[in-house]
Structure formats: structure tokens, C-alpha cells
């Protein structure tokens, strides 16, 4: 989606993202307990003046032990009960990937704006019924794909807005993690494999930078677990351009991106997801723009729940740094991968 050619920048663009601090406060409350709502409440506490004034869990005692631990006034042994709580204006649903559609239902019916943890849904089409349930609430709905709210991609959305990179032909992305065999990654219960644990990061940095595939090539390999082990797929876009993309739960790969333009080539180095550098290089050589903000991994999750806050005090019903309708084009894309690769889940 590049813009009106300009010329080279002599300087990268300073990321706009307002101080979180100043975002307007919010009572949140977060579903499920697990890995990534510890780092999430950690990181918003840490960050932002949003607080969290409610936990639920499936157990009781987990979400007490949850609340003792972050100084969470409220816990719940249930997400009902979660939703029904009136002191809750905001949800983060951090429950595993095929819980995602029914804890967004539980709280947009308990009047309450949502978060949900990326992958919004399981495919394209739970990802339309959150949206279409929380457009008809009334309601703010969000993914929380924390990527998209960094200042890092708000760069990179200055420079793909500008033209900075020319014709972009090519985006090279990979996300491969090692798991050992007791995560919920390898249950194909719970919709395992990397597809969208790993891959929604590459596939939704393809379908926002070149737009929705035309065409899907795609490879995958089964893991002996009973789900996929890894996928491999090409993303043509609509002018042609190629978006080759891999994601693996058998081993750590490089875990960098790579957005390729007539202009200039911009390189994300690995773990390209988290906040890091970004390096611009001149094509046919010149000098190298490079920016860089402090490696702090998911101690960034702040960055979309001061964004959440922001949209919602506005009056804003999705967000621009993630709209919905992205959400769905890129859950799309990772349906057609796993109809070319065979993979089905349970549900
Ligand atoms: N943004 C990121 O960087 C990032 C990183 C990791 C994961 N995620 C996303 O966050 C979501 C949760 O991942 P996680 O790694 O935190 O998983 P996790 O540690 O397994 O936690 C998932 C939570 O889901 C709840 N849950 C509800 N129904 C469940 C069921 N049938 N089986 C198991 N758990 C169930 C559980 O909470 P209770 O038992 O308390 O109800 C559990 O603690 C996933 O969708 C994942 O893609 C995002």
C-alpha cells in the first residue's frame, strides 16, 4: 500500500505514539490466567494509569491466587461473572485461541468493550461474528496483536504511507519458536500448531503491507503430535508482489522481516514482531537509516491498551492501528494456508 513517491528520507520518521501515560484511565478486567495475561497486567500496571480491577478464571482459587499476585482488587471463578461486574468498563480476553468467540460474546453481552488476544478467532469467520456482535452492542472490539502499536510500526506505517520504499515486490518474514511438548501449541485440541500462535505475525505483516493475497501457495509438515509442525506459504498479492512467509513450532529460526521495495529495502531484524530496530538501505546502495528503541520484548504489551483507552474515550469503536476488517483479511489468508496444507482443527 505504498503512497505518492517522495524522495528519500535523509532521516527516519520519529514514531508518534502519544505517552502512554496519558492515556485516559480505564478499569479493566482480563479472562484466563495464563502466560500471556501475567505479562499483560505486569506490563499495563508497570506502564500506563490503566488498572485492572477484575480477574476471572475457570477456578476460583487460580484467579484469587492471580489477583494476590498483581493487586487485583476483584477475582471471579467464572468469565460471566467477569462480565457482569460493574466495575469493569474494558476486557482483555487472554484465553487460549478456541475460547476467543465465546469470551467475546460473554462480555460484549455484559456490556463490556473488548480486547482479544490475537488471533481474534480461529478463522475469518468467528473473526466477522466478533465484530459483527460488537458492532452491534455498540461496543469497542480490538485484536490485541500488541505488534501493530509499537512505535517501531508506527515508523514503518510513516514510511509505507510516504512511498519511502517505492514499489514494495517483496516481504520475507518468519516466526519459528521451539516447544517442548507440554504446550498448549502442540494439543490439537486447542487448535495447535504454528499457524496461529506464530504465523498470524508474518501473515498479518504481509496482508497489511501488500493487501489481501490473490493467489496462496502453501506447504506444511505435520508435527507427530497430531497438528502441524510447520507451514511455508507464498501470499501474491493483487499487483503481483510476493510475500514468502514460514512458521515453525520444530526449532528457533531467524525471526526477521523484510519489506523489499524498488526505493529502498527496510529490514527487521529478528525478533521483528517485538519492539528493536528497523534499518533502511538505499536500493543500489547508500547510506543506511537505522532506527532503534529499546529491546524490552513483551514488557510492550502496554502500547495497544494505552491505544484501547484512547479510542474508547473518544468515542472510537475499533482501532485504527488494527481495524477489524484487518483482522478478518488476515484470518482469511490463514484459512486458505491451512485448506492448501490440510490442516483442520477440531472445533
Ligand atoms: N501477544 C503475545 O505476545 C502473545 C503471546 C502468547 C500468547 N498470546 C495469545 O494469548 C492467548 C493465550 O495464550 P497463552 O500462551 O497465555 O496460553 P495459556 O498460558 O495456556 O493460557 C490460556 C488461558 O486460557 C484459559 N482457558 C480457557 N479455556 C481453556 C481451555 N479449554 N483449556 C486451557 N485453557 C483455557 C485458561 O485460563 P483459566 O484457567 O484461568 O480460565 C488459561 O490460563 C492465545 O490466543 C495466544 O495466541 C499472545
Partial sequence: ??????????????????????????????????????????????HTRQRFTAVASRDA???????????????????????????????????????????????????????VEKPIGLDAAQ???????????????????????LPKFDVIRQLLDSGALGEIHTVLADLGEYFTAEH?????????????????????????VLGAPAETLASGQPHPAGVNGQTSAILRGPQGSQA??????FSDTPTTATLAGSRATLSLPGPFYQPGDLVLTPSGGGTQLTYTEPRTAHDALYYEAAEVARCIAAGLRETPLRPLEDSVVTLRAMDEIRRLCGITFDQ
Fill in 184 to 208: 498448549r501449541i502442540l494439543r490439537p485440541e486447542l487448535a495447535g500448531g504454528p499457524l496461529l500462535d506464530l504465523g498470524t505475525y508474518p501473515v498479518s505483516l504481509a496482508t497489511w
Fill in 244 to 249: 514468502v512467509l514460514h512458521t515453525t513450532l
Fill in 61 to 115: 482459587a487460580r484467579a484469587e491466587d492471580f489477583a494476590g499476585r498483581h493487586g487485583v482488587p476483584g477475582s471471579y471463578g467464572s468469565y460471566e461473572d467477569l462480565a457482569a461486574a460493574p466495575d469493569v468498563d474494558v476486557v482483555y480476553i487472554a484465553t487460549e485461541h478456541t475460547a476467543h468467540l465465546a469470551c467475546a460474546r460473554i462480555a460484549l453481552e455484559g456490556g463490556k468493550h473488548i480486547l
Fill in 127 to 149: 473473526a466477522a461474528e466478533i465484530a459483527e456482535l460488537a458492532t452491534g452492542q455498540g461496543l469497542f472490539c480490538a485484536e490485541a496483536l500488541w505488534t501493530f502499536f
Fill in 1 to 46: 500500500m505504498p503512497g505518492t513517491p517522495t524522495a528519500l528520507p535523509t532521516a527516519l520518521p520519529a514514531a508518534r505514539t502519544p505517552d502512554p501515560m496519558d492515556a485516559p484511565a480505564l478499569r479493566w478486567g482480563v479472562m484466563g490466567t495464563g502466560w500471556i495475561a501475567e505479562r499483560f497486567v505486569r506490563s499495563v500496571h508497570r
